[in-house]
């Protein structure tokens, strides 16, 4: 297997990390504006302190924080998502004409590495850690490290296919640390078959390290979301609904009373099995500024074309539109899921109000999706004549989804494009649906899912400095 060095001098800045401090005492460090790799490696409190720089860094702009959430979105959009901001980087993205130089992509790359490479050096100093945290802190890193590879192999490596030997390129895989530029290696780009099998591994060590209370931190029923979500991406069903049922089993999450209490908490919400946190003073802004258009928040860049609307019944609380909004709306104004934005950049289209408050907790992945992904694979199971895991069959888990949206029960003859239905109606704009179109094997308008302009360009700079990169074909 190919390993991928990447320089970076590890700088935690105090400034973002407040909110991290202030809301969790174990890391109790004297201010600083920056350090250096062998300081921040030094001491089991500058090792949590880093740690909590990874966290941060998983909530940029350019990575989970906001642009995989919208690339996935934006190349999975024939009408539904509408762009009609002034950004030529998104445009390209929605119309599946991406150029090489593209700005927003060569960010999310650069980012996504510096994240890996910091884990990577927390991972290489876990010997300084105390015992008592040592294993949280290799789970919290591993758990980091594996999410933000499935992100980058579904983003720019052709999708698994089950059956299939997987030999198409995935991205560089990094599991060595780099502290100093001149231990920077040129490398070319792993197969996705090796990027699953490091994933599934990252995640599958996290799991069995952390615990099963961590605070807003990651932890083992994260992981294990995280590892049904890889699953049910690769067609391994069985697996999927036991890492499922794992999680609900737990008796730790419960959904929100309704679709619209899940979005726009102050913090983890009782639905939210791991959420990125926001607040005042640290917070990333972006996806309400994209999606929200409200009197203060968001440009209202992206709205909803009205042939989205159509998949709802009228009672779904999950496709309603509010209306009667008035200019001096807050988020705290809104009432449905949708409604009539009166920002004052680009109002009077319809927005959705999932991402509605600068300072709100950012959902990544919530109970109703886990219920999605275990009523699917067990649906999956039984269609081949398996059995199901769990107390619930299929039809049983879709209908807690619908019962909280106050839409119909279904009848008792599920099928599978309903569950489809379903995942887009609770899911849409968080990120899944061009997985979920890609794994179905669905056309995207006139694009087979396969197409070679529904996956990213290795960004231009990257592909001059290392002459071992291989260009995705549709970009050479």
Known sequence: MKYMKYSSVIIISI????FFY????????????????????????NIKATLVGAYVD??????????????????????DLQHVGSNREPLEIINKTITVDNSYITSSWIDSYHLINTVNNVLGVLSVMNEQDRNKV???????????????????????????????????????????????????R???????????????????????????????????????????QQGKFSEAAAEANRVIESGKYQLMSTPKKSFNNPSSSTEDIFALQNNLTSNSIWLTERYASLNGMGRGD?????SFFSIFESADLRGQIQLNTQPSFTWENIESMYYTGVGTIRNGGVNTAKYANYYAAIP????????????????RLVASGGNITGPNTPLEDINLIRTRAQAPALASQLTLEQIMDERYRELCWEGHRLHDLKRWQMDIGTLSFNAGNLILPIPRQEMEINSLLEQNSFYQ
Do not use: H
Not at 15 to 18: G, M, N
């Open 138 to 188: 290799q789970g919290e890193a591993l758990f980091l490290r594996g999410w933000i590879y499935f992100e980058l192999t579904r983003l720019w490596g052709l999708p698994y296919i089950s059956g299939q030997e997987n030999n198409q390129a995935g991205v560089p895989l990094m599991i060595k640390p780099t502290t100093q530029a001149s231990e920077a290696l040129l490398v070319a």
């Open 302 to 306: 992206y709205q909803m074309g009205s």
């Open 15 to 18: 400034c973002a990390l407040s």
């Open 190 to 232: 792993n197969s996705v078959a090796e990027c699953y099998s490091q994933i599934i591994e990252d995640l599958t060590f996290a799991k069995n390290l952390l615990p099963e209370n961590n605070g807003f931190w990651a932890d083992t029923y994260a992981a294990s979301s995280m590892l049904a979500r890889v699953y049910l």
């Open 58 to 79: 998983a909530r940029s702009r350019w990575t989970m924080g906001s642009q995989f959430i919208e690339y996935s979105e934006l190349l999975a959009s024939t009408g």
């Open 364 to 379: 990544m992945i919530r109970l109703a999706e886990i219920y999605l992904i275990r009523a699917e694979a067990n649906f």
């Open 22 to 45: 202030s809301c969790d005492k174990k890391l109790d460090i004297d201010p600083q504006q920056s350090m250096d790799a062998k300081i921040a490696l030094s001491t089991p409190e």
